[in-house]
């Protein structure tokens, strides 16, 4: 089983917290034991928003402040790779071609951001396309997919199944609130419609979610179904 795994900078390392970093690092080592082949993505959270921040007010443009981002993910990914241990390379890959490569050699890939513009959410959907993955499961701050916004709407409610179209014009229909926040942005979700990857979105901040969700299928998030799969429980490690 190929899973992608994208964590984010929040979820992973939260006040850059050394027992959550090695918790996920657990998750990943057990899954690899399982047999799986994993590649994690790894977000900024919040220390790239205050590196952004301070950068916009010295004056840095888009695209910097994208570079400066990318680079925070990428520190936070190397976190990870210190707490994996053997069978991870040593440094983030930093393109596609490069992360299919590791997995093509048996070893664990971790990488962060890729190009401006592009979020990890996005690069995660991307990768999991790319190396053909069985799993995109996305570990953010929240328990799923929400009508809306649940920090902001005590009325939003979880759905708990959706087909990718349908997870398309939620997350759009989300990010045309202006304050609103998504758990994975409306590019990720349209890589998911177009390769048809079995998905799951759910609350990160218990690292053996995780595990739970790759090994058996259950969780408390969101599933995105591929159109025509039904349900059966095809993907599932054990």
Not at 5 to 34: F, I
Request: aromatic share 4%; with cysteine; charged share 25%.
């Amino acid at each position: 089983m190929k899973v992608v795994v994208s964590v984010g900078g929040s979820v992973l390392a939260p006040e850059l917290d050394p027992d959550r970093v090695t918790a996920y690092a657990d998750v990943v080592n057990e899954l690899v034991a399982d047999g799986c082949q994993v590649a994690a993505v790894v977000g900024g959270g919040g220390v790239a928003r205050d590196y952004i921040s301070t950068a916009r007010d010295l004056g840095a443009n888009e695209i910097e402040l994208d570079q400066i981002g990318i680079d925070v993910t990428r520190l936070n990914a190397r976190l990870l790779i210190s707490a994996l241990g053997e069978n991870v390379v040593t440094a983030p890959a930093k393109n596609y071609e490069a992360a299919g490569e590791v997995m093509r050699n048996g070893d664990v890939v971790v990488m962060g951001g890729v190009a401006p513009a592009q979020t990890t959410d996005a690069v995660s959907a991307a990768l999991a396309e790319y190396v053909g993955a069985d799993l995109l499961v996305y570990a953010t701050s929240v328990p799923g997919v929400f009508s809306a916004d649940p920090a902001e709407d005590d009325d939003a409610e979880r759905y708990e199944e959706l087909t990718a179209s349908e997870l398309v014009d939620v997350i759009a229909g989300l990010e045309m609130n202006a304050g609103l926040s998504a758990p994975v942005d409306l590019l990720a979700a349209k890589v998911i419609q177009r390769s048809g990857m079995r998905t799951i979105v759910l609350d990160g901040n218990d690292p053996e979610r995780v595990l739970t969700a790759v090994r058996y299928g259950e969780h408390d998030g969101t599933d995105i179904i591929p159109e025509g799969t039904g349900n059966e429980l095809t993907y599932w490690a054990e």
